[in-house]
Nanobody, 126 residues
Framework: QVELVESGGGLVQTGGSLGLSCAAF????????MAWFRQAPGKEREFVAS????????TYADFVKGRFTVSRDNAKNTWYLQMSNLKPEDTAVYYC???????????????????WGQGTQVTVSS
């Protein structure tokens, strides 16, 4: 059984930083794309960032460019999202997602991904 487990969420003040981790169990995702999405109350889940299997193709949503950094450690089957200069509008539940099939370019839609973590809350206070 495949399981993605996120950690690292919490409460931070505006301008602060947080790092999220996503560890995969039950299957290796070293050859597959992964992504981060987020969902704020009353809003749809939205794309944040994606990274290809070897890290050569990285895409960010415009609203996080220059502030968030996505990375991965395939040896540990773990991916990361480092967030800095956080804003109140970044408050959301953050989800990691993994593609179950190989793709050249990581997708930015929820249905591009087959496996999802349980989500971790990030709250940015003003």
């Amino acid at each position: 059984q495949v399981e993605l487990v996120e950690s690292g969420g919490g409460l931070v003040q505006t301008g602060g930083s947080l790092g999220l981790s996503c560890a995969a169990f039950g299957r290796s995702f070293s050859a597959y794309s992964m992504a981060w999405f987020r969902q704020a109350p009353g809003k749809e889940r939205e794309f944040v960032a994606s990274i290809s299997w070897a890290g050569g193709k990285i895409t960010y949503a415009d609203f996080v460019k220059g502030r968030f950094t996505v990375s991965r450690d395939n040896a540990k089957n773990t991916w990361y999202l480092q967030m800095s200069n956080l804003k109140p509008e970044d408050t959301a539940v953050y989800y990691c997602a993994a593609d179950g099939s190989w793709s050249v370019i990581p997708g930015n839609r929820t249905n591009d991904y087959d496996y999802w973590g349980q989500g971790t809350q990030v709250t940015v206070s003003s």
